[in-house]
């Protein structure tokens, strides 16, 4: 009767043991793919406030909507999963954009805007 004791007892450390290993991989597996989609969500959001810069009424939003789609693109630029390509495009990009900071902060409108649009075809590049 005693063994019986020890041996349950032995198993139920191992069944513990699985548990958290199996508990953990889960952890992994949900933090990895958090991360991937909350890359693909700043991607998103650069090339939304970059789309905002091209309809923007004015230089001062449009510097505005810009210096937003930088703070995205540089957390975007962190992440490993971009290409070597990518991450030139992605580089291109924030280029763009402080371009358009500049140009905008100039009161001149249409290369604001221009640069804005150059900066929206490098992030699209980024996700081929």
Do not use: P, W
């Not at 091209?54 to 930088?70: C, L, N, P, Q």
């Amino acid at each position: 009767m005693f063994e019986n004791n020890v041996i349950s007892s032995k198993s139920k450390a191992y069944f513990r043991n699985e548990q958290d290993m199996l508990f953990s991989s889960i952890l992994i597996i949900l933090t990895l793919t958090l991360s991937a989609c909350l890359t693909e969500s700043h991607l998103h959001q650069a090339i939304r406030f970059s789309e905002a810069s091209v309809v923007a009424d004015d230089g001062a939003t449009i510097a505005k909507h810009s210096t937003t789609a930088i703070i995205h693109a540089l957390l975007v630029q962190d992440q490993e999963y971009i290409s070597s390509a990518g991450r030139i495009h992605l580089a291109m990009a924030i280029v763009s954009l402080e371009q358009a900071i500049e140009n905008g902060n100039y009161d001149e409108d249409d290369s604001a805007r221009n640069a804005a649009r150059v900066a929206i075809a490098h992030f699209k590049e980024i996700n081929k």
